[in-house]
């Protein structure tokens, strides 16, 4: 991303963090730092794959986003380590999910599709040279993440973390109904997988949405049920190939965020992995907004192709006046 759009996924992670949490926790409470500010020092960490200490240093030598946050001084590494082990849960991580999905609910229900799908991280930080010197070994077993994808902007509205490795079909209920908590939709994608009679069941009779999920091929038992039958006789494959997009976010995860995880003990491992689907989701949001916004009014549509480094010029008057105070203070 450019130079100023960091600024802006600051900007984004500060106004997720201020609906999701209040300023202070208690009336007691020293008042050097906001919740919301540790919380989006957190997400910033995650998203610059920082250690708690780099993201301190970060802090202390970097001004512009010290103003975004509203940051008198940077806060220490014990600080943000200490918030992330006693404030930062599971229900706070589902309210900052379902924040990051409202000012784009304004496609209709009917013409939603979300897609399902599971991948796994390791909690190993070796390089591959070692691995490979040691030689194969068993494995016991990995931080596993299922993730439900909103296709059109490709936004995860659903997740859940837990030990893996486990069965797929097992994960649709949960992550369908909390899809459904936190954005209503009408069709569901899954690889075979999560194919099921029971799932199927689930989609189109509990919560009344069209259920696609490949059949899964069985040696010389055709499906005998209603729902898979269905599906292997009648297969549509034109909707089906919409499901690729939840491979791209899973891709776009582990190679701008990484897919070796920090954390040590298994609940903050399964913590750090519903922290990236809201960083993702931020950073998702921030990069639609700056090319949206920012770059798409300044940079001229009949401008030719050029392999020349280009550089964001400063805006007008006119174009400061539609843009977020932050760019207003950064360009004069």
Same mark, same amino acid.
């Given at each position: 991303?450019?130079?100023?759009?960091?600024?802006?996924?600051?900007?984004?992670?500060?106004?997720?963090?201020?609906?999701?949490?209040?300023?202070?926790?208690?009336?007691?409470?020293?008042?050097?730092?906001?919740?919301?500010?540790?919380?989006?020092?957190?997400?910033?960490?995650?998203?610059?794959?920082?250690?708690?200490?780099?993201?301190?240093?970060?802090?202390?030598?970097?001004?512009?986003?010290?103003?975004?946050?509203?940051?008198?001084?940077?806060?220490?590494?014990?600080?943000?380590?200490?918030?992330?082990?006693?404030?930062?849960?599971?229900?706070?991580?589902? /309210?900052? &999910?379902? %924040?990051?999905?409202? #000012?784009?609910?304004?496609?209709?229900? @009917?013409?939603? !599709?979300?897609?399902?799908? $599971?991948?796994?991280?390791?909690?190993?930080?070796?390089?591959?040279?070692?691995?490979?010197?040691?030689?194969?070994?068993?494995?016991?077993?990995?931080?596993?993440?299922?993730?439900?994808?909103?296709?059109?902007?490709?936004?995860?509205?659903?997740?859940?973390?837990?030990?893996?490795?486990?069965?797929?079909?097992?994960?649709?209920?949960?992550?369908?109904?909390?899809?459904?908590?936190?954005?209503?939709?009408?069709?569901?994608?899954?690889?075979?997988?999560?194919?099921?009679?029971?799932?199927?069941?689930?989609?189109?009779?509990?919560?009344?949405?069209?259920?696609?999920?490949?059949?899964?091929?069985?040696?010389?038992?055709?499906?005998?049920?209603?729902? /898979?039958? &269905?599906? %292997?006789?009648?297969? #549509?494959?034109?909707?089906?190939?919409? @499901?690729?997009? !939840?491979?791209?976010?899973? $891709?776009?995860?582990?190679?701008?965020?990484?897919?070796?995880?920090?954390?040590?003990?298994?609940?903050?491992?399964?913590?750090?992995?519903?922290?990236?689907?809201?960083?993702?989701?931020?950073?998702?949001?921030?990069?639609?907004?700056?090319?949206?916004?920012?770059?798409?009014?300044?940079?001229?549509?009949?401008?030719?192709?050029?392999?020349?480094?280009?550089?964001?010029?400063?805006?007008?008057?006119?174009?400061?006046?539609?843009?977020?105070?932050?760019?207003?203070?950064?360009?004069?």
């Amino acid at each position: 991303m450019p130079d100023r759009s960091l600024l802006v996924m600051a900007q984004r992670a500060y106004q997720l963090a201020h609906r999701a949490m209040p300023e202070y926790a208690s009336k007691f409470s020293k008042r050097t730092f906001t919740q919301p500010q540790l919380l989006t020092c957190l997400i910033l960490k995650a998203y610059l794959r920082f250690t708690y200490r780099e993201m301190e240093a970060w802090l202390v030598a970097t001004d512009r986003v010290a103003r975004v946050l509203r940051l008198g001084r940077a806060p220490d590494h014990s600080t943000l380590c200490w918030f992330f082990q006693h404030k930062v849960d599971a229900p706070l991580l589902d /309210r900052l &999910l379902r %924040s990051s999905l409202r #000012p784009l609910g304004q496609e209709s229900a @009917r013409q939603r !599709v979300v897609a399902l799908d $599971s991948t796994g991280f390791t909690a190993e930080h070796c390089s591959r040279y070692y691995q490979w010197r040691r030689g194969p070994r068993r494995l016991r077993g990995f931080p596993k993440w299922a993730l439900a994808v909103w296709l059109r902007p490709q936004l995860i509205c659903a997740q859940r973390a837990h030990a893996g490795p486990c069965r797929d079909f097992d994960e649709l209920p949960p992550l369908a109904h909390a899809a459904q908590q936190a954005l209503p939709y009408r069709r569901l994608l899954g690889d075979a997988g999560f194919d099921s009679e029971s799932n199927h069941w689930y989609c189109r009779e509990w919560l009344g949405v069209e259920s696609i999920i490949a059949p899964f091929p069985r040696r010389g038992c055709p499906p005998r049920t209603r729902w /898979r039958r &269905l599906m %292997s006789q009648n297969f #549509p494959r034109r909707l089906y190939r919409q @499901r690729w997009k !939840v491979e791209t976010v899973i $891709s776009v995860v582990k190679r701008k965020f990484g897919e070796a995880l920090r954390a040590r003990t298994e609940p903050r491992q399964y913590r750090e992995l519903l922290l990236l689907g809201i960083v993702y989701n931020v950073y998702r949001r921030a990069r639609r907004f700056f090319f949206a916004v920012i770059v798409s009014p300044i940079t001229p549509r009949s401008a030719r192709i050029s392999t020349e480094q280009v550089y964001v010029c400063s805006p007008s008057r006119s174009q400061m006046q539609t843009m977020p105070a932050i760019w207003c203070r950064s360009s004069r």
